[in-house]
Nanobody, 124 residues
Framework: QVRLVESGGGLVQAGVSLRLSCAVSGRTFSTGTMAWFRQAPGKEREFVALISRSGGWTYYADSVKGRFTISRDNAKNTVHLQMNSLKPEDTAVYYC?????????????????WGQGTQVTVSS
């Protein structure tokens, strides 16, 4: 089993930055691609960003491209999401997800493990 624990969420004003972290524990050697998803009230969970096992490949949703940066530190078993220039429409619960494969998927059903989520609220 793999356990994911997110942290770093909060209530901020538009335009500022936040850095989310995801601590990975358990059978960490089995994790491949890691990703962040988010879910706003009344909306479906949506893809935000992903990073390959090595960290050499990343991919972003158009809505966050140029503002968010995903990174991972395999030695520390952590994944981060640096969020800059936050907008009210970024308000959501953010989830860390881990795949046991190296597929670069953007669908939630392609990920095997999930964290409990961390709330990000951006006020205008």
């Amino acid at each position: 089993q793999v356990r994911l624990v997110e942290s770093g969420g909060g209530l901020v004003q538009a335009g500022v930055s936040l850095r989310l972290s995801c601590a990975v524990s358990g059978r960490t050697f089995s994790t491949g691609t890691m990703a962040w998803f988010r879910q706003a009230p009344g909306k479906e969970r949506e893809f935000v960003a992903l990073i390959s096992r090595s960290g050499g490949w990343t991919y972003y949703a158009d809505s966050v491209k140029g503002r968010f940066t995903i990174s991972r530190d395999n030695a520390k078993n952590t994944v981060h999401l640096q969020m800059n220039s936050l907008k009210p429409e970024d308000t959501a619960v953010y989830y860390c997800a881990a795949s046991t494969t190296q597929a670069m998927g953007v669908m939630s059903n392609e990920y095997d493990y999930w964290g409990q989520g961390t709330q990000v609220t951006v006020s205008s």
